[in-house]
């Protein structure tokens, strides 16, 4: 007998049919003895659609008022799902932020869970399935408190730690990890075994699984994760420490993301200081800056540094660099059309020659590249919008993905 | 400075535009230095779409889950008119049930408020506007329970008391209690004062301009009501105590109910416990009966029972009839077309000559009288259907309500 979380996302969540169905796998989880800790999302649509009413009375809706209005999406689900799972004769009970109670810190719409009270629940646990709507806990003062979009994923795995669940699967629309978009790369594959920091690197570039954050704290729990598909009963990715993996390849997956910009400052002083200078008024604005990277320049006391952005934020960024009084620099350039393909894999490390090979295949299929990043286990490049896929294809090929 | 309890039912919440509309009024009450908890419905239409929901995956869907589900609608009102309130620079924070807490006794789905803790927000009315969801509470252990359909007059009412309030504003759709529905007497004129148990008996009657239980309470606790429309400035009808009205006209309205049917079941045994025989398995089978009227049959060892319920259960009220064994009688016969016409008024009692003139009204526009029932306030008597309205015109002139 196992004890799990099983979270379901807005998708798996997102109709009356699909909430029954959920029903059904928990019951079948349920008969077979396992304990069963159940947390849902809002149905899919709810979420936007409640922060849209909000918007139209208010662009900065008061933030207290929004976390109050935005957890009656999971509230909803968590009640539904309660009453099918009792319409199959499976007890079952939810339980709201402030009946855990599951306790927050930090701010409101952005906080993070800090504890929860387990003893009602584990005891609840040898008779029934306990429903807790994701997303949301209380805070010190006895608000309602979000933790942010897709905080239904950090509720799971938060919660797994809290209740030291066995297992934490996340249930979703796609029955699991893929070593590239199945949808654009026909010849993509599941992976069966990944780990958290390969899982990380593909889930910011896009694969959009998994919330970053839940797999990070994953991680640092050490909180074994599953994900797959609420609609097949096919298997879907494991995820793991390092260690418990075994690397017969060296690159996992090829993530790619698009609607990038690239921007590149030129003549910049080289001098300590500069680079947060630089960076600190974007990220007052809220500009979320992905690739920096930083080259000598030709005279030596001047460097130029290139950074990648979302195609959207362009002219804003361009702005707020003009504006800025407490950097000096020749001149910036932009290219507005440029995205980023990443070789993934934990094995990369100790495997030589991965750089080379990603270049030479790049060059063979004529992509010009225009900026290079790289950690131990991804390998980036900024290469022109129009190559992304063509590029993508190359390097699933190469790297033995296909 | 007064302490105010506004209520804003399920149309004039009804959308954003009419929220926004809502905080202005609040505001205006705000401006004026007066304190203000606002009561507020699910937005009009919600509370059924999630009841329809809870249908479709259960017909008796379980009934604490319902009360979750439900509570959710009020709730995002609440958080909304928060908002609006905010984005008109007005003070102004959301208390849910366990917030309050707002205490509750009886059944899921129908339980009753008994106390509310008032100091936290009795403090914040110094500052802001304290906007309190209706229609809900939680129990003793913790759990969210909801007092019935419409319970939102409820939850006002109950605050009204336990807040120690100067007075109870009931916004609705209508401007005010009418001497009769002014959808079909175009003559029927608004009523500035009214008591409440001729309210009782005109909302009872279909007036449905305010919960018959919440004015009982108020009847109860002499908390006085004010029932004014969200969408006009005019003044409403203010519900008062008997001994606070004057009387100048007998007759206050004219009510009407239609989709009744008349059942008399003819020849009954005339012994102690026949009427409780005869209506207890109707009671557990939920069938509303409304007038019961018992003659002397002709030969004094029989009597005879006449009673009206909804059309719609004339069916299911026959069947439980016919196989009651704890009963005998003659034979059963039924009109389901009739309707009830009722003259409501506080004054009826010290002025002669009321029942004659009805009567006598009825008698002249040639309408039939099927049965006859009165209590100190009401005379309602039983037609045929097809005559309500010429029924309902005739009484309302000749008592002077045009």
Do not use: I
């Given at each position: 007998m196992l004890k799990k979380i099983l979270k379901f996302g807005g998708t798996s969540v997102g109709t009356i049919e699909r909430i029954q169905h959920v029903a059904k796998i928990i019951k079948k989880e349920y008969d077979f003895g396992n304990k069963v800790i159940a947390i849902v999302s809002a149905m899919s649509g709810k979420t936007n659609e409640l922060i849209k009413m909000s918007k139209s009375i208010d662009e900065e809706f008061d933030k207290r008022e929004l976390d109050v209005l935005l957890s009656s999406g999971e509230q909803v689900t968590a009640a539904l799902l309660a009453g099918a799972l009792k319409r199959l004769n499976v007890k079952a009970k939810s339980w709201l932020n402030w009946q855990v109670p599951i306790l927050t810190e930090g701010k409101h719409f952005n906080s993070r869970i800090v504890n929860a009270r387990t003893n009602e629940i584990d005891n609840f646990l040898n008779e029934g399935i306990a429903i807790i709507p994701g997303f949301q806990g209380i805070s010190k003062n006895g608000d309602i408190t979000t933790i942010g979009r897709g905080g239904s994923d950090a509720t799971a795995v938060a919660l797994a730690k809290i209740f030291k669940t066995d297992s934490c699967e996340i249930y979703t629309d796609v029955d699991g990890v893929y070593s590239s978009d199945p949808n654009k790369i026909p010849v993509a594959k599941k992976i069966e075994k990944i780990s958290y920091d390969e899982m990380l690197e593909l889930s910011s570039l896009g694969a959009k699984v998994m919330q970053p954050s839940a797999v990070q704290t994953s991680m640092i729990y050490k909180i074994p994760l599953e994900v797959r598909s609420t609609f097949t009963d096919r298997k879907g990715t494991r995820i793991f420490d390092h260690e418990n993996l075994d690397y017969s390849k060296s690159v996992t997956g090829v993530a790619y993301s698009k609607d990038d910009a690239k921007l590149t400052i030129i003549?910049?002083?080289?001098?300590?200081g500069v680079a947060a200078n630089l960076f600190e008024p974007l990220n007052d604005a809220q500009i979320n800056v992905d690739m920096v990277i930083q080259n000598i320049s030709s005279d030596e006391k001047t460097t130029d540094i290139t950074f990648t952005i979302k195609r959207v934020d362009l002219l804003k960024t361009k702005k707020i660099l003009e504006k800025n009084q407490n950097i000096k620099y020749k001149k910036i350039t932009h290219n507005d059309k440029v995205s980023k393909v990443s070789i993934v894999g934990a094995g990369m490390v100790s495997t030589p020659g991965v750089t080379y090979k990603m270049f030479k295949g790049l060059a063979e299929s004529k992509i010009n590249i225009l900026a290079i990043s790289t950690s131990e286990i991804k390998l980036s490049v900024i290469i022109n919008e129009e190559n992304t896929l063509k590029a993508v294809k190359k390097l699933h090929t190469i790297f033995d993905l296909d």
């Open positions: 003549g910049v002083e080289d001098k300590p």
